[in-house]
T-cell receptor, first 115, second 112 residues
Framework: AQTVTQSQPEMSVQEAETVTLSCTYD???????LFWYKQPPSRQMILVIR????KQQNATENRFSVNFQKAAKSFSLKISDSQLGDAAMYFC????????????WGAGTKLIIKP | EAGVTQSPTHLIKTRGQQVTLRCSPI?????VYWYQQALGLGLQFLLW???????NRGNFPPRFSGRQFPNYSSELNVNALELEDSALYLC???????????FGQGTRLTVV
């Protein structure tokens, strides 16, 4: 069975600085997807970025980028130029490419932005 | 284009009662997923529906059930409510052949 681990329950960063959130996962599959979702106090889960396991290139979406290390089963999220609106819970999630398509979630990291 | 919509947004039920939560997926999405987000337990997969069929269910008792209608909307039913069923219930939809799942705003269920 696949598992996802986020070892940082809480992180804080000064506004405009860069922060990295960690995620590791365990799987025996070779083809899968990884995601970072953001959940602000409004509760709605918002997709931040996705990564296909077969792609070596790290995904980037504006100020958000990932460091995907397939051999190490590591998938960290870097947020550059942090903004107050980035404050939220961040969840790392795994999805198989075949068969079961539900998401397997990490426990989440609460990101605090200091003004 | 409308996103995933869930109703109601909040509700309070008494232990032993039954509840039905509703979800309308993004237009064109055939897959609907239900997740439970309980305090201290994180996000747990409940049910996956695709093309009207239940494709998979998580490790939840049979009193959690649901269905998907021909228009791909979905209901989640919980019978014999227990206090530990208090949680945020999230619905997500996706195209089966793509990876992204898009979420609704959730239904906050409180069982007293």
């Amino acid at each position: 069975a696949q598992t996802v681990t986020q070892s940082q329950p809480e992180m804080s960063v000064q506004e405009a600085e860069t922060v990295t959130l960690s995620c590791t996962y365990d799987t025996s599959e070779s083809d899968y997807y990884l995601f970072w979702y953001k959940q602000p106090p409004s509760r709605q889960m918002i997709l931040v970025i996705r990564q296909e396991a077969y792609k070596q290139q790290n995904a980037t979406e504006n100020r958000f980028s990932v460091n995907f290390q397939k051999a190490a089963k590591s998938f960290s999220l870097k947020i550059s130029d942090s903004q107050l609106g980035d404050a939220a819970m961040y969840f790392c999630a795994y999805r198989s490419a075949w068969g079961n398509y539900q998401l397997i979630w990490g426990a989440g990291t609460k990101l605090i932005i200091k003004p | 284009e409308a996103g995933v919509t869930q109703s109601p947004t909040h509700l309070i039920k008494t232990r032993g009662q039954q509840v039905t939560l509703r979800c309308s997926p993004i237009s064109g999405h055939t897959s609907v997923y239900w997740y439970q987000q309980a305090l201290g337990l994180g996000l747990q997969f409940l049910l996956w529906y695709d093309e009207g069929e239940e494709r998979n269910r998580g490790n939840f008792p049979p009193r959690f059930s649901g269905r998907q209608f021909p228009n791909y909307s979905s209901e989640l039913n919980v019978n014999a409510l227990e206090l530990e069923d208090s949680a945020l219930y999230l619905c997500a939809s996706s195209l089966r052949v793509t990876a992204e799942a898009f979420f609704g705003q959730g239904t906050r269920l409180t069982v007293v």
